[in-house]
């Protein structure tokens, strides 16, 4: 009988130490698997499926951009936890705050002497050339051309032939209306040439790089004597960045940043895509410069396999109007000319101390090579968003095809985000920059490139490893690099000529001192 309880008795511990056992197990695996990843991660907590199984999974084979359904904009749970982790981390604060303004307003109001648009003598025609950006500082430039030179400004022509191929038209892109009545105390414009003068003959100019007012007062302008239309055949560079009368320079302010404003449907439709952005609580705009297009116009390779390379070589050999054929990428990176590679800016990132689930806008057009380079920035960030993420086929279908819409609409997003930055300093960086320095001097890290890379090289052959002394390091680094107020930097000394003016801060980089003023106590 003390022998059957005793059986009984041992049955009984058993059975109860493995369901102890059993139970401690799932416990701790459940602790172990849940747990880190939702702290980790930070993903909000009702991201439609296709963004878990994207972001969760980080398929080489699915791409980082597939489409996604947009975010539920009535709830922005990342917004609620970001406070949570700001009041344990005051560090995260810090790195939101927007540099100090010391006061600077816009001023760009004309001064008591500025007049009414004078009789006008002519016609101005304008080609523009190059993509969004580059066009956008054109037409302003052409703006304080026609009123340095008494002409009435045709709405200008957008570039339908290079690399972009886009069949827009100006008031495809900009609000034609608000671009004429912005300007009526300025210059004439018109949208077309009257009848009467569309078979007239056209003094065909090409107006020199970087001219000042007495350019184009006398060489210019002595074109009326001739002719009553006088053509631009390109818009960009043609007026020097300084040594305008400040009535001119205020003028190019006004025509930047109050006349020159996107058409209706991109000024929506950037809105909702910035509504959207906002939902995952405040956002980063990275304009992400790794396009095939850019890597072959600099000669860029590093990070890429050989055959990519050489795919990058034979674009730029066979694309006629690129002069520069041979490029030493060593060189080139080494100098800082090159755009920092998706795995470099998501080491920069981490090193200033941006957590994983800080949202990402990234501003650009298709990645080169696609998933096989945005893996590493994806792991370390999983919240990549872009257009395609955050709206549906159906909204974007109005501007597929259209880069320059396109390009519109990351530009609003940059422009409106809490923290821009430029992987490269190109039109669009430059662009960008210049009118969050306009709006207040919000928040733009601009990444020293050519000490990064020596960074980089030392952590890629085991010299230096990521942690606190990387991270301290490049906060220092960076400390004066985050768009705080500062003149307008002039040409590098020692140079003459043409390169003279090519070495100096373009004026729509930075419109101070012209357009921006302290206000007094």
């Not at 972001?55 to 990342?78: F, G, I, N, V």
């Not at 409106?416 to 210049?434: C, L």
Request: with cysteine; net charge positive.
């Amino acid at each position: 009988m003390q022998k059957k309880r005793w059986r009984t008795v041992v049955i009984v511990r058993k059975v109860l130490t493995f369901a102890i056992a059993a139970i401690a197990l799932v416990a701790l695996l459940y602790v172990h698997v849940v747990f880190p990843a939702s702290e980790v991660t930070k993903l909000p907590d009702k991201l439609p499926t296709q963004h878990e199984s994207s972001y969760q999974k980080l398929s080489r084979e699915r791409s980082w951009t597939q489409e996604h359904a947009p975010p539920h904009l009535a709830k922005a749970p990342l917004a609620a936890r970001k406070s949570d982790v700001a009041s344990r981390n005051g560090s995260l604060d810090k790195l939101w705050k927007p540099p100090p303004n010391r006061d600077y307003v816009p001023c760009v109001a004309p001064s008591p002497i500025y007049t009414s648009p004078p009789e006008s003598r002519g016609y101005l025609l304008v080609h523009t050339n190059g993509g969004l950006n580059q066009m956008r500082a054109g037409i302003c430039d052409m703006v304080a051309v026609a009123r340095i030179i008494n002409a009435t400004l045709v709405i200008p022509e957008l570039d339908k032939r290079s690399l972009w191929q886009d069949s827009s038209n100006f008031s495809d892109v900009f609000d034609e209306d608000h671009f004429i009545s912005s300007l009526e105390n300025d210059v004439k414009v018109v949208k077309k040439l009257p009848k009467e003068l569309a078979s007239a003959t056209k003094a065909f100019k090409h107006f020199r790089s970087w001219s000042g007012v007495d350019y184009y007062e006398e060489e210019i302008a002595r074109l009326w004597d001739e002719y009553q239309i006088i053509r631009a055949a390109k818009s960009d560079s043609r007026l020097t960045n300084n040594n305008l009368p400040p009535d001119i320079q205020k003028l190019r302010c006004r025509a930047c940043y109050q006349a020159l404003r996107f058409a209706p449907k991109i000024e929506a439709m950037g809105k909702m895509l910035v509504d959207r952005m906002r939902s995952y609580g405040p956002y980063i705009a990275l304009h992400l410069r790794f396009e095939k297009d850019m890597l072959a116009f600099s000669g860029c390779t590093h990070d890429l396999s050989p055959e990519e390379a050489e795919e990058l070589k034979t674009i730029r050999e066979n694309t006629t109007w690129w002069k520069v054929k041979e490029i030493d990428p060593v060189e080139q990176r080494t100098k800082g000319y090159c755009p920092l590679t998706p795995r470099e800016v998501g080491v920069f990132l981490s090193a200033l101390g941006f957590p994983s689930n800080t949202p990402i806008y990234i501003a650009a057009g298709e990645m080169y090579g696609g998933d096989s380079h945005m893996s590493d920035l994806l792991l370390r960030y999983p919240l990549l968003m872009n257009k395609e993420k955050l709206a549906s086929v159906e909204e974007l279908e109005p501007f597929i095809n259209h880069s320059s819409q396109l390009a519109a609409l990351d530009y609003i997003v940059s422009v409106e985000s809490d923290i821009f930055i430029p992987s490269y300093s190109g039109n669009m960086a430059r662009a960008v920059e210049g009118h969050r320095r306009f709006l207040g001097h919000r928040k733009t890290i601009s990444p020293d490139r050519r000490t990064l890379v020596r960074i980089f090289d030392k952590i890629d052959q085991g010299r230096m490893k990521e942690g606190k002394n990387l991270s301290n390091r490049i906060i220092e680094i960076h400390r004066r690099r985050q768009g705080s107020p500062r003149k307008r930097k002039g040409p590098i000394a020692g140079t003459k000529g043409t390169d003279r003016f090519r070495s100096e801060e373009a004026f729509y980089v930075n419109p101070l001192p012209d357009c921006l003023c302290q206000k007094v106590s």
